[in-house]
């Protein structure tokens, strides 16, 4: 394949190839790009010799060299082609044009934008339009309404993914305005806020016969996501359809995009109005809202086609490295995999994915639907039995980690943190009582409501 608009090659990655100036193209660009290292300009693999030496110097170039912060815009990857290591970086058009060389400024000399197959200098007028319009109603530069605001369950988050938060982790996620103060990206992942994130289920088809309503929320919005896939999983039951030849099993949704349209709604979601993503469950349906239209510069037909423009790069950022999102603009495609452009609603002010139910229960054919069973083994099959012990154990009251330790006959100390105790606080089974003092000599576990369910499920299946 040739460079085009959206593709570069460079043979080698090297103090002489000018990557910012390929990367900050692409992030002027409507449409973003990729950049191939270890293709030559004709399109022959030439292969990197260490591809990890590579990715993290290039990482290291595009955070430090390149204004404003392009962090939760590009992803590194390593890939093979014919047989050879090559680097690819996904770069989103971004919100905050005009991006430039930090070396240069915001001058023809730091700012290009993609022109064909190459990147060009921007014309200093296009410079001062770009910027003089530049949206600054962005969560990241909104100070949030409270500053005592602590960061227990984020900590946590990151430790689980063997990336601890040190002193500077505020600054490091862009959790601060310009001045200095936490900002509502902050407040949004907070232990607390007063942020609610309703699941709605109906008996109906319409919205008159309200069945359930559960909130989540009121906390880090990585936790309120968790839950509400958690939720969702739960509400995924598995239908068995039992004919003369054959057994069949059939999800009510395919996982793998309900996943990610759960996950897009949440990143994606127009925050400054203060209105939190939706998820609603129907007999036919689910119906998934998020709050804004379509980023700016960004078309229907771009939508489809996987290109990406975060609208909240830095909870983008943060939701890619707890492993939330896994690549950047490969959250669209995989819905489509699955369900058609016609699932997706696009209004002035929101964005609804409806996805339909499998096929409506046939009389003619005997159907069973394993609810309990399925439902059961779907929670507990990714639980390890020592989690299962734990909350089998705990009660509705709290306790301190020696007496958990009792309950379970444990005496190795590390054996207890690492086996049981920290793999239920990080699926959200127990939580702290002092959360904002995880080491405190008071400190207590007790269940969450999640783990009251996997308690009552465990019990329910023993019998």
């Not at 309990?372 to 390890?384: K, L, M, R």
């Amino acid at each position: 394949m040739p460079e085009t608009n959206r593709i570069e090659y460079k043979a080698q990655l090297s103090k002489d190839v000018d990557l910012e100036k390929e990367v900050v193209a692409f992030l002027n660009y409507p449409e973003g790009g990729l950049v191939y290292i270890g293709i030559g300009k004709n399109g022959n693999t030439v292969g990197v010799a260490d591809p990890d030496a590579d990715m993290l110097k290039i990482k290291d170039r595009i955070k430090n060299n390149i204004s404003p912060s392009a962090m939760g815009l590009f992803d590194v990857v390593a890939e093979e082609k014919d047989g050879r290591p090559i680097i690819k970086i996904i770069v989103a058009s971004g919100s905050e044009k005009p991006y430039f060389k930090r070396k240069y400024g915001k001058t023809e000399k730091g700012c290009y934008l993609r022109m064909g197959t190459a990147a060009e200098p921007m014309p200093q007028k296009m410079i001062d339009e770009l910027f003089a319009s530049r949206t600054r109603n962005s969560i990241g530069k909104i100070k949030a309404d409270r500053q005592d605001l602590s960061f227990a369950q984020l900590r946590i988050y990151y430790e689980e993914k063997r990336k601890p938060l040190n002193l500077q982790f505020k600054k490091n996620l862009e959790l601060l305005t310009l001045q200095g103060d936490t900002n509502y990206v902050g407040y949004l992942l907070a232990d607390e806020n007063n942020v609610s994130v309703k699941v709605a289920k109906y008996n109906g088809t319409t919205r008159a016969d309200l069945a359930e309503s559960n909130e989540y929320g009121y906390g880090s919005l990585i936790k309120a996501t968790k839950s509400v896939l958690d939720k969702i999983e739960l509400e995924n039951r598995t239908l068995t359809h039992i004919t003369n030849k054959e057994r069949l099993e059939k999800r009510l949704w395919n996982g793998i995009a309900l996943r990610e349209a759960i996950i897009n709604a949440f990143v994606h979601n127009d925050y400054t109005r203060e209105i939190a993503p939706k998820f609603e469950l129907f007999p036919d349906r689910v119906e998934i809202t998020s709050a804004g239209a379509l980023p700016e510069g960004l078309s229907e037909s771009e939508f489809f086609e996987g290109y990406s423009v975060p609208r909240n790069k830095e909870l983008m950022r943060v939701f890619k490295d707890v492993d939330l999102v896994e690549q950047l603009g490969s959250g669209i495609p995989r819905i489509l995999e699955t369900y058609g452009k016609e699932c997706f609603q696009f209004s002035a002010n929101f964005l609804r994915m409806t996805f339909p139910s499998a096929a409506q229960v046939n009389t003619t054919e005997q159907v069973t639907e394993q609810v309990t069973e399925q439902v059961t083994e779907q929670v507990t099959e990714q639980v390890t039995e020592q989690v299962q012990a734990l909350v089998s154990a705990m009660t509705d009251k709290d306790y301190s980690r020696a007496e958990i330790m009792g309950l379970l006959g444990i005496k190795h100390r590390p054996t207890f943190s690492s086996n049981y105790l920290q793999p239920a606080t990080e699926l959200d089974f127990i939580e702290l009582t002092i959360p904002d003092k995880p080491n405190s000599s008071k400190q207590k576990y007790r269940l969450t409501e999640k783990g009251k369910q996997l308690k009552g499920r465990i019990i329910l299946k023993k019998k």
